[in-house]
């Protein structure tokens, strides 16, 4: 960033062009400091405020056995107690954590996968792509509401569209041994148009000689795709890497829709959400869980800056 | 519709809760997680501060109403009382405020702590209470000095802990087992009085291709009806209230007695009812393929009206030890409560005064035909056979519940109760691993 700032310093200002002498490319003028330590300052207030003090503030308050009402200096610290009953005695705790690794690792390695292997068809001018385009990308419009009732209508055991076809009787989304499968098959339905989507615009902006010199050079179409165009597409696969860590760490609004987060579709969002949100007003305890999210999601977070680091050097 | 609406949140309505969908405020919360609250609560106080100015003496102006009745058919019995109290007092005006019922349980805390309506509608209870111990509402004992018609019970469940008034009762509905009459009839069915007639009946249902008892707790609440109803027959009322007060242990034999009952009762129940609302339940019942149905007499939404609701009845559920008998059921009471300072305390009071009074209770009853009046004095000619009924049932009752979310703390309710009834549902063996942790759970949440 500082080359791109350092410029204007060594612009002489016409008016005074004798005060102002270079004194090298890292020199700023006072102008130039006022606008620099403004434009990192501000979004850095911004995000102290709006990220780090929320975060802080649910890790202290995660200390404490809060209800939500009066002052919160009238909170009690009560040490580590809300951590420990999360381990102990909560008996969703440990099921949520495992849906969130299943959650993340199905749209990790399934349903990413399949949104850039269609990606990767319909880029071959395949007829009738743009129609496949849009009935893929469909899903990704609607709201995440309209997706889980759209799939309760074909989940439904009494009413649903499977039962009806085959003439089971499994109730998809109330059956634990279902419904946590039931309801990543709507969310990857979404997500694997958005990947396609992301994939697809990436894809129409390879070079195509790229494509052509490979050709030549008597590759063919899988080692061209995979020894030259996914390697030319770093930058997008990094987005479509991103795009689906922050799809799986915030799985919540499916899951909520459906039966806010009880039996078989526990998730760490969804109890905090259950604790902290609503009548229950557990805001110590459920600032705990949310601390546990926190930690996860700073490993991925990690991860993608490691990458991301790596990748400007 | 009242009836649903105030169960608490995690109320189902009649829209699929998939559509319904979650309020923005609600995912935000989710998303930033507690940080958020850490100024809301304070900021939103910042802005109700200065509501204390109470005209006293003549009501003038206008009153606020905080109504969470947000479906059509109550949302329009509100208007009419409103209406008719505005016609029977020039000077006053009301204005209602409705808010999607799931989002003002959901927000209830920081709606109080805020700028609040002058009057809300909320329920009886432990909620009631809560709230009033908590200096979120105001004292309305002067409006029962002057509330005509109200059974000491209700005063008594108007109650808060300080011994003054802090809700007025608008109308309320019993928990009991529903059939259908024509259903009864074609096969020959008695009610059943004791558990053992009503496994009798049940296995000869199952001959005859019935689900015995309706079932469906995706919600998680309903259960919790099926719960207290087994509690109150096995232990009785006093422990119902001591239980759910914290007093009592829930890893005792007691407790352990209940589940045990219900253990043996499950295969009487509709299977796989986790994935299942009540709406769906009752429908099995409406469609005759279920004898019988254990909710509250909010079920008789899902009928239609006239011939259809006329077929609809109830039997109290059955005793299982003649010496606990089967006089105490559940009933909760939906009523209005004022806020701590409301803007014009005499206009919220005057409201009070009339929504408690039978002409507005009247009004209320017709519209939803599903809940009775609390006031003795309501019309109760225009009833229909089920509210009739209803009234009756009540009336011979030795003590009255309101239901397990009403009479304990919420937060106990929904983050420790539902998903371990739940899980019993699942997995009935492991009674003994399910009640420790419950209790244990309970130790922690009552100490805090």
């Not at chain 2, 549902?425 to 942790?437: A, F, V, W």
Request: one cysteine or more; proline letters at 4%; aromatic letters at 10%.
């Amino acid at each position: 960033m500082s080359t791109q700032t350092t410029p204007k310093g060594i612009k002489p200002k016409p008016s005074k062009p004798k005060r102002t002498k270079y004194k090298g490319i890292d020199h700023l003028s006072p102008v130039d400091r006022v606008v620099v330590s403004l434009m990192v300052g501000i979004p850095t207030l911004l995000v102290l405020w709006l990220v780090v003090a929320p975060a802080i503030g649910s890790v202290l308050l995660s200390f404490t056995n809060w209800d939500g009402i009066g002052p919160i200096s009238s909170a009690k610290n009560v040490g580590l107690q809300n951590y420990k009953d999360v381990l102990t005695i909560y008996p969703p705790f440990v099921p949520a954590l495992q849906h969130n690794l299943i959650w993340l690792g199905v749209t990790f390695f399934i349903a990413t996968p399949i949104g850039m292997f269609l990606a990767v068809l319909l880029d071959r001018e395949v007829r009738g792509s743009r129609v496949y385009q849009t009935a893929i990308y469909l899903p990704v419009v609607l709201s995440v509401a309209l997706v889980g009732f759209i799939w309760q209508l074909i989940y439904s055991r009494d009413q649903g569209f499977i039962n009806q076809v085959t003439g089971s009787s499994i109730d998809w989304y109330g059956d634990q041994r279902y419904n946590l499968w039931a309801a990543l098959l709507a969310s990857s339905w979404r997500h694997v148009g958005y990947i396609m989507l992301l994939y697809l615009a990436g894809l129409k902006g390879v070079d195509p000689t790229l494509r052509e010199a490979a050709k030549v050079d008597g590759a063919n179409e899988r080692t061209t795709f995979f020894r030259v165009v996914f390697p030319v597409m770093f930058p997008i696969n990094i987005i479509v890497f991103v795009v689906t860590l922050i799809e799986s760490l915030r799985a919540f609004d499916l899951v909520w829709v459906i039966n806010k987060g009880r039996n078989g579709l526990e998730l760490i969002s969804t109890l905090v959400t259950s604790n902290i949100v609503g009548e229950a007003s557990r805001i110590g305890f459920g600032s705990a869980l949310a601390t546990f999210m926190l930690v996860i999601s700073s490993v991925f977070i990690v991860i993608y800056l490691r990458m991301v680091m790596r990748e400007q050097r | 519709m009242t009836r649903p609406t105030s169960e608490a949140e995690y109320l189902a309505n009649l829209v699929p809760a998939s559509v319904r969908g979650v309020s923005r405020r609600t995912l935000l919360r989710g998303a930033l997680g507690a940080g958020t609250l850490l100024a809301a609560p304070s900021l939103l106080a910042a802005c109700g501060g200065n509501g204390g100015t109470s005209s006293g003496g003549a009501a003038t102006g206008t009153v606020t109403i905080g109504s969470n009745q947000s479906d059509a058919v109550p949302k329009a019995a509100i208007q009419a009382v409103m209406d008719a109290f505005q016609k029977a007092n020039s000077g006053l005006t009301t204005k209602i405020n409705t808010i999607d019922h799931n989002s003002f349980q959901e927000n209830i805390n920081n709606y109080l702590q805020g700028s609040p309506d002058d009057v809300w509608m909320w329920f009886s209870g432990y909620r009631m209470r809560f709230f009033a111990s908590k200096g979120l509402a105001g004292d309305v004992s002067d409006v029962w000095k002057n509330l005509a018609g109200m059974s000491d019970a209700l005063k008594t469940a108007s109650t808060g802990d300080d011994g003054k008034q802090y809700f007025v009762p608008s109308t309320y509905y019993p928990w009991a087992m529903f059939y259908r009459k024509s259903v009864f009839e074609k096969y020959g069915y008695t009610e059943p009085k004791t558990l053992d007639e009503f496994k009798t009946l049940g296995t000869q249902m199952k001959k005859d291709g019935l689900v015995p008892i309706a079932f469906g707790d995706k919600d998680g609440w309903p259960a919790m009806g099926t719960f207290d109803q087994l509690n109150l027959r096995v232990n009785g009322y006093q422990f119902h209230v001591d239980l759910m007060a914290g007093k009592e242990a829930w890893n005792g034999a007691k407790v352990k007695a209940v589940f045990d009952t219900w253990a043996g009762l499950l295969d009487m129940h509709q299977a796989d009812s986790l994935g299942r609302t009540w709406q769906e339940a009752a429908l099995t019942l409406q469609q005759k393929k279920a004898g019988t149905y254990l909710l509250g007499s909010f079920v008789a939404q899902q009928f239609a009206k006239g011939a259809e609701q006329e077929d609809l009845t109830f039997f109290n559920f059955p005793e299982v030890d003649s010496n606990i008998g089967a006089d105490a059921i559940e009933a909760p009471i939906d009523g209005y409560m004022m806020a701590k300072r409301p803007k014009n305390e005499a206009g919220a009071k005057k409201l009070l005064g009339y929504v408690g009074s039978a002409d507005a209770q009247n009004i209320v009853v017709k519209a939803d035909p599903s809940v009775i009046a609390t006031n003795d004095k309501a019309d109760q000619a225009a009833y229909t056979s089920l509210q009739k009924k209803s009234v009756e049932f009540v009336g011979q009752a030795k003590s009255i519940a309101q239901f397990m979310d009403r009479d304990t703390r919420p937060d106990f309710a929904s983050t420790v109760m539902i998903p371990a009834i739940q899980s019993f549902i699942k997995n009935p063996k492991d009674i003994d691993g399910l009640i420790n942790n419950i209790e244990k759970q309970k130790k922690s949440i009552f100490a805090s």
